[in-house]
């Protein structure tokens, strides 16, 4: 039997029963996801360097992600970052919407450690998220088989995991992916989900539901391969 799958990261979604995720309650919602930071570093850092984001809240800073410094392939093979960045739901003291968020980029080989002269702030894309895979799931006649969340910054082996069926994809969280047979048939990046109200991200996921779920959507996409 084929069967449908959707996969999130950061916000409440539908994995494959593989993953090693938390699965979700059927009593409420998980915390509030972390967000994704990710950018070119400044001069003088290499590869393979660590980059620590350090959130502010007024006189209080706490260290709420790690990460390390890549090359990018698809920008030149530029040393680049990409640092999960968890919200004050997962650990006191970090990211709510609005406070600062600071990269210092550690040292190693030789080269020594470095504050970014950039900074970010922390804004919660995950608002309309939830509730409206939630409703989604609620109205959709045609629904994937399974629902699970993964939880970007904090299941660190599962977000690895999640992310390897995200190929060519940069990290995003939250994101949203339908999985069909273990392939990729849709992803909802954060630039798709951020600021956008609950209603109309149901309306986007019964859409996707119905081209890939129902039997009629299959059937469509079986004959166009």
Known sequence: MKRAI??????????????????????????????????????????GQGVIAIVVNGSSSTVCGAGSVVADTDNGGKPSYAV?????????????????????????GGHSGQLATDTATWICAAGGVRPGIAMALQHSENKPDKAITVFAGADIDATDKARDYFTGYAPSSPAIGLLKNGELVKLFERRDLEGRPPQVIAQELENAFEQYCSPAGAAEAAANN
């Open 84 to 108: 999960d960045v968890v919200s004050a739901s997962q650990i006191t003291g970090c990211g709510v919407s609005g406070s600062t968020v600071m990269f210092y980029f550690t040292p190693f």
């Open 6 to 47: 959707l996969l999130g990261l950061g916000a409440l979604g539908l994995a494959a029963v593989l993953l090693p995720a938390i699965a979700m309650a059927d009593s409420g919602f998980p915390p509030g996801p972390p967000a994704t930071f990710y950018g070119t570093t400044p001069s003088g850092i290499s590869v």
